[in-house]
């Protein structure tokens, strides 16, 4: 009967003995798959966001550079390079406006060109207030076309490889209103339309 006993108390150590074991094997080999596991986790390394690029909204616009009572050979010269091959040209800033203050003057710079004659081609230009004028600025279109003082209309014939300079010049008194006005340009080559342009004021 003793020997009974130890045999089961034996049987009992080893397995309390293997037991133990299996735990801290198990234990040990938890501990190394973890930390293999984290090796190969990949490091996240932060994304610095890129820095949007400012583009100026409120570029001050020197107005004065694109006023001229009559062109002179500077501008002719950035007419020139500017039309090549096409039928006319401006020399206008940057944007769709023109910004004018009552009582003052400005002379509007552009190029005509011929460079598909065919024959004697004979030519006509007219510049008119546009009909928005009377919801825009309240006057009426006789009053809007008085503000033009020079250069609303021309004619004649432009020969072949030779580009015609000139100026409109407007004239806005001291009581106009503040608004905005419009002029259309419009060009006819034997009779038929061959260029358009509008251009816009913004009186102050």
């Known amino acids: 009967m003793k020997k009974k006993r130890l045999f089961i108390g034996f049987v009992i150590l080893v397995i309390v003995i293997l037991l133990s074991s299996y735990i801290i ?34 570029e001050v616009i020197d107005w004065n550079k694109y006023n001229y009572d009559f062109v002179d050979e500077n501008v002719k010269n950035i007419l020139t390079s500017m039309i090549r091959n096409r039928k006319t040209a401006f020399y206008l800033p940057p ?33 008119t207030v546009d009909d928005s004028i009377k919801d825009n600025c309240g006057v009426s279109v006789n009053i809007g076309q008085s503000w033009i003082e ?40 034997d009779n038929k339309i061959y260029d358009t342009k509008q251009i816009e004021f913004n009186i102050i």
Not at 28 to 45: A, C, H, T
Not at 114 to 119: E, Q
Not at 165 to 175: A, L, Q, R
């Open 25 to 58: 094997i198990g234990k040990s080999n938890k501990d190394e798959v973890l930390e293999e596991d984290i090796d190969i986790i990949p490091e996240v390394i932060p994304v610095e966001k890129e820095t949007p690029i400012e583009v100026p909204t409120n």
């Open 95 to 127: 944007t769709r406006y023109i910004n004018v203050s009552r009582g003052d003057k400005f002379g509007v710079a552009f190029a005509l060109n011929n460079p598909n004659p065919s024959g004697e081609n004979n030519f006509e230009y007219e510049w």
């Open 150 to 189: 020079r250069g609303w209309t021309s004619w004649g014939k432009i020969p072949k490889g030779w580009v015609d300079h000139m100026t409109v010049y407007f004239s806005f008194p001291e009581d106009a209103p503040q608004c905005n006005v419009k002029y259309n340009f419009e060009i006819k080559k």
